[in-house]
């Protein structure tokens, strides 16, 4: 019942980077006692919490393993390490909103968008679709007396996918190195690989197939559901979660104070009008709301034909709320 919250990270690189600076701002700066080359790190003002730091292979095993609680991970890794189990990749199936079970994606990051995809070659001039590929794949092994070979890292994605598709004759070529290289190289006919510009892809002579986008991946903060949870476990869950639902919700809005008698048939038209509310109970003078960034210029507009002198908008750094759906949903979940 006493055992803490370990949080997986990954251990170098732009999304260890990025990961690490989405802590700091949400309040939860991560400490590494002996300098950046320790796998092992604390979250300030959260004794109940340790970081660990793991290969971005390694962490999603981690996560369905259960041998840690919360984890970033990119939602590619996350599917081709758990997703196995799952049924094959029909065409318009989508996994970006999906966690294969047992992960439960607590929130999207923002950071870390790419496409797993199917490439070809340019040459390639009558393959469009992933109906072309299938018929190039039947082809394939009359005229070669051999299947087409598929360079990937994602060995269960692909086999779902190009199944999923139509396409079943191919032999899976692991490719631990530079994927988009095999093709030119001569180790494989087409590669499934993920990119973030495809500018890689078109260097080296390979092209997209129209409907061969796997998945759009991004980082994520992921729970496992095969976790032990402890009591303490699930209070430092809820203070992170808090902490970062904080964050969120104040870089979705503006607060705007106007020199305006905040009656109350005002504050219901400019909630039904711009989803604007009070941050506090009751009538505050002068009028503050928080506002949808979106909606600050009409807001502001509207408030000076009200009769307001002046308006004022800033930022704010966190906002606070006693409901937190992140930590919620995830209990519900746990439970």
Not at 18 to 37: C, K
Not at 179 to 204: H, K, R
Not at 212 to 223: K, N, P, T, Y
Not at 229 to 252: E, F
């Amino acid at each position: 019942m006493s055992a803490p919250l370990v949080v997986a990270v990954p251990s170098k690189g732009r999304l260890q980077e990025q990961t690490l600076a989405f802590f700091d701002r949400s309040g939860l700066p991560v400490r590494q006692a002996r300098g950046a080359r320790d796998y092992f790190a604390s979250v300030a003002g959260l004794p109940d919490a340790t970081i660990q730091f793991r290969s971005a292979s390694e962490i999603a095993r981690e996560v369905g393993a259960g041998s840690v609680h919360l984890a970033v991970t990119g939602m590619d890794l996350l599917h081709e390490t758990l997703g196995g189990a799952q049924d094959e990749i029909r065409p318009g199936d989508s996994l970006d909103d999906q966690a294969p079970s047992p992960a439960h994606v607590v929130t999207r990051l923002g950071f870390g968008h790419a496409n797993v995809v199917v490439a070809v070659p340019q040459a390639w001039l009558d393959v469009a679709t992933m109906a072309d590929l299938a018929d190039v794949a039947a082809r394939f092994r009359l005229k070669h007396h051999r299947p087409m070979r598929v360079a990937t890292k994602y060995v269960s994605l692909t086999r779902r996918f190009l199944t999923g598709h139509g396409v079943h004759d191919y032999l899976i070529v692991e490719s631990p190195g530079a994927t988009e290289g095999a093709p030119a190289a001569g180790s494989a006919e087409l590669i499934v690989d993920i990119t973030s510009t495809g500018q890689t892809l078109v260097e080296n002579g390979l092209k997209v197939i129209d409907d061969g986008v796997i998945m759009r991946s991004e980082a994520a903060l992921v729970a496992s559901l095969a976790a032990d949870w402890s009591d303490k476990a699930r209070a430092a869950a809820r203070t992170m979660l808090t902490r970062i639902a904080a964050d969120a919700r104040a870089r979705s809005v503006k607060m705007v104070e106007a020199s305006l008698e905040p009656t109350a048939e005002r504050l219901a038209a400019v909630a039904a009008r711009f989803g604007a509310t009070p941050p506090f109970d009751g009538l505050p003078t002068p009028l503050v709301l928080l506002c949808p960034a979106k909606a600050v210029h009409p807001l502001s507009a509207w408030l000076l034909e009200e009769g307001a002198r002046t308006v004022t908008v800033r930022g704010v750094d966190y906002v606070f709320e006693a409901e937190n759906a992140l930590y919620d949903d995830l209990a519900r979940r746990l439970d």
